[in-house]
């Protein structure tokens, strides 16, 4: 019994032969639709249920107005249809998120039983002793379009995203090809090839964020020579971006200011965290405004003055201020 029948009796299954209203015809597409889709055994993403939703607005809009306006019963004497069979599939469409939710929760609970095998053993090529946690056995579940995991430093995060891998490949029948891994750093990317690639024998395309957008440019753009920016040229962009952007606004220099004075005293070791930022939130940084603005003033005269002038003040001004120096 699907999760729907358990919620409201299935009521009228069969269809009457009432082809004169166009609403009701759809309303009834809709519904077979979505009831086939939570009686299937696996998780739903809402890339399968959230363009049928849209491909039948007009219709729900439909409904949704008689709904508001107790006209069903009239709706549905007048079209021979049956009451319990339209208020049914108003009540579907109406919470198909929620419905979707408990159904997908119900197959990852029936999932961790009937897969515990196949789980406690997933990762034995890479280490006898890794085991994974629920949480991470419910990432492997999940088969969501979007889905985020959070985990600190060392709570296997790496581990989680190679049984993942490997689950994709058994048990949903994925090629490999299809499967990209993307991390930050290359450490993270060695690692992820040794355990996917190497212990694992699975040959999907892993690398990291950096190197993937370069490939996709250079796919859609093979004539086009592309390099990676060098210091020459990323010091004129930012100087060209603080010239034409930040210095123009005085609130964003405000900001600016705030932002890179609040780390002055970090990293914070102690435990009132509260009263560290409202020190930072009272301090005074008029030192540091009075040299932005002589800055500024430096910046916006620098169109009718040479380049070296400019640079001179830029560079004194980063070098001043050491906090800044991981901006360049």
Known sequence: MSLLDKLLPRG???????????NLIKLHELYDALSDLLECN?????????????NYVNTIHFFDAIKSGN???????????????????????SEIDKLIDEHNEEFIVNSLDSEK?????????????????????????????????????????????????KYLVDK???????????????????????KIQGQLGIQCPIATFHS???????????DEKLNIVDNTKLYFVIRDYFRNSIMRNESVVNNLIMFFASYFDAPYVGEDFNGFFNNIAKANYSTMRSDLEEFKRNVIDARTKNQSLFKMNFYALIKKWKSLTFFI
Do not use: W
């Open 12 to 22: 009228i299954k069969n269809k009457k032969e009432v082809a004169q209203n166009e």
């Open 42 to 54: 696996r998780y739903i993403s809402k890339r399968e249920y959230v363009p049928l939703i849209n």
């Open 71 to 93: 006209m069903v019963e009239q709706f549905c004497v007048k079209n021979a249809e049956d009451s319990i069979y339209v208020n049914k599939a108003i009540h579907t469409y």
């Open 117 to 165: 095998q196949y789980l406690d053993n997933v990762l034995k090529p890479i280490d006898e002793a890794i085991i994974l946690d629920d949480d991470q056995r419910r990432v492997v579940l999940s088969d969501e379009d979007y889905t985020l995991v959070i985990a600190g430093a060392g709570a296997g995060k790496t581990t989680t995203v190679a049984a993942k891998v």
């Open 172 to 194: 949903q029948g994925v090629n490999p090809s299809q499967i990209l891994v993307v991390s930050f750093t290359n450490k993270a990317v060695n690692e992820l090839k040794e």
């Open 212 to 222: 993937t957008g370069n490939a996709i440019i250079h796919k859609n753009s093979p």
